[in-house]
């Protein structure tokens, strides 16, 4: 005898951030095809036949256009903590790509446009309201990749927000270059923080292999207004990388730094200082200095 378990429940509208973009393939290889990966970051059951997905350019004002595609055709539900994969084609992407969850696909009927060099991914509800949306250039790709091609764009952490660049750093070596359907090579999870600011780890590798390729750098203070700037130096106080400038802060929160120098570059291992600095319109300042390894293979 065979007994079958389906989950069900009542959907609803999808909200702002309760769909979150948490992996593009923009640029693949041979004849790959794009995807962009999806996760329920919300407590809801979600619709997909509510969802649009599609790009916005300079001459598009609303999502109200031929770019927006429909996600799903049938009524489909998506679940709370669930990847999904889109696609025009998932036999191709699991052709190329390892995935440790082949049912996390779905062919969309007619899939987006997507230029390989920069561009954006919107995700709308069927009322049109963006739900996520996430600009990227192939300048975010880890500096020693010698080919973007057939490299995805991987999300660190679900609940930093998705215009923050420092959030999103190219899938790991290890991995293949993508992990579609499951969770991402350079995922983070949120840590504990004691401290009004921390940096972790205390030495990081950023040589795309998948472990502590990022130095994150998280702040937690008492009350919300401040303004931040966060600037990283080498062991002599030569300037490396200017991370944030003038940058408004939420009560807390966190910022990645992927090794690249200011010229965009790999910086050298060696010790780096990360100047945190906060200031609020009452004139109250906030200094930091804190210290990491950035290390590598000799």
């Given at each position: 005898m065979y007994i079958y378990q389906k989950e069900f429940g009542m959907a609803e509208q999808a909200e702002q951030n309760d769909v979150i973009i948490n992996e593009v393939l923009f640029n693949p290889i041979d004849d790959g095809v794009d995807f962009v990966e999806i996760f329920n970051n919300s407590d809801k059951i979600i619709d997909l036949s509510d969802l649009r997905l599609g790009t916005i350019d300079v001459n598009q004002f609303s999502p109200n256009d031929t770019s927006y595609k429909v996600v799903s055709e049938e009524n489909s539900l998506f679940l709370t903590g669930n990847f999904l994969v889109l696609t025009k084609?998932?036999?191709?992407?699991?052709?190329?790509?390892?995935?440790?969850?082949?049912?996390?696909?779905l062919d969309m009927n007619s899939f987006p446009v997507y230029n390989n060099e920069h561009g954006s991914v919107i995700l709308s509800g069927i009322n049109h309201v963006v739900v996520d949306a996430f600009t990227y250039d192939e300048n975010m790709h880890h500096p020693l990749l010698n080919s973007y091609d057939g490299v995805s764009l991987e999300r660190i952490n679900f609940n930093r927000p998705t215009y923050d660049n420092t959030n999103w750093h190219s899938a790991s070596s290890e991995a293949g270059f993508a992990t579609p359907g499951y969770k991402n090579s350079q995922h983070y999870d949120d840590q504990e923080i004691n401290e009004e600011v921390t940096v972790e780890p205390e030495i990081f590798s950023p040589d795309n292999d998948g472990y502590n390729d990022v130095l994150n750098i998280y702040y937690k203070f008492e009350n919300p207004g401040y303004t931040a700037n966060i600037t990283i130096f080498d062991s002599q106080g030569r300037l490396t990388k200017y991370l944030v400038r003038t940058t408004l802060l939420g009560t807390e929160g966190t910022f990645s730094w992927d090794g690249r120098t200011e010229d965009n570059q790999k910086a050298p291992i060696g010790i780096y200082i990360v100047y945190f600095e906060a200031f609020d319109v009452k004139g109250n300042m906030k200094k930091y200095k804190k210290s990491a390894v950035l290390g590598g293979k000799l």
């Open positions: 084609n998932s036999f191709k992407v699991k052709d190329q790509y390892y995935t440790k969850n082949p049912e996390n696909f």
